[in-house]
């Protein structure tokens, strides 16, 4: 299965200077944010895959003028192909702007998602628009990584988690790729292929998992 993580820029090799046929073969569009929206509009429009997407800090326009045939999987886990995938947009919170989440708020988003993560038996790929702290981020604050981070990967052990946030610009030497225990981590800043082996299920639907198809001796308020 062939997925094009992009986040931060846009590629203009896919837009401006587009020519029919650049997104054959791409089965999967994953947005890891800061993107303007009908570049993800014209993508799931030129191309034949899905186009999932959460929110940079920068995506305050996409409230009045959304990314058109894409879906938003901001706290939400979704199938689509045969895997199992969970948004968490945003950055960590520097000036109080939408999009913007203190440590404590995005540990409480990621443990209102457990019991969809248990549904599913796990999460294969994680979209974030912030990257792991440590890993890929920065010391300033608006570029810092969440540490909250840390601890669902350490509890769910998806293959990877995909964000951007960080421009690879920032640093002639920062790495696109790392790894930490079992998961690979890629920094999507405008473009990157990401090639994994094919799970037998077709790319047609998102299908979201939703907390109501749990039995009820397993609800628990969060």
């Known amino acids: ?35 303007d929206a009908d570049y993800l509009t014209f993508l799931v429009t030129m191309g034949r895959a899905p186009v999932l997407y959460v929110h940079g800090n920068h995506d305050t326009g996409y409230e009045s003028h959304p990314p058109e045939g894409c879906v938003c999987i901001e706290d939400r886990l979704v199938r689509v192909g045969g895997l199992r995938i969970l948004g968490l947009g945003g950055s960590p919170n520097y000036s109080g702007g939408p999009h913007q989440y203190t440590e404590r708020e995005m540990e409480r988003r990621i443990h209102r998602l457990r019991s969809l993560i248990r549904q599913a038996g796990g999460v294969d790929i994680v979209v974030t628009h912030a990257p792991v702290r440590g890993y890929g981020d920065d010391d300033d604050l608006p570029h810092r990584g969440f540490e909250a981070f840390l601890s669902m990967l350490d ?68």
């Open 1 to 35: 299965m062939n997925i094009l993580l992009i986040s931060d820029e846009e590629c203009l090799y896919l837009w401006d200077y587009y020519r029919p046929g650049r997104l054959d073969g791409i089965d999967l569009i994953l947005s890891c944010g800061d993107l």
């Open 155 to 222: 509890d769910y052990r998806p293959r990877y988690l995909v964000h951007g946030h960080v421009h690879t610009r920032y640093g002639v030497n920062r790495p696109r790729v790392l790894q930490l225990g079992d998961t690979t981590i890629i920094n999507a800043c405008e473009r990157y292929l990401l090639e994994i082996p094919p799970t037998g299920v077709p790319v047609t639907d998102v299908l979201p998992l939703r907390r109501s198809l749990l039995p009820r001796s397993s609800w628990k308020k969060t």
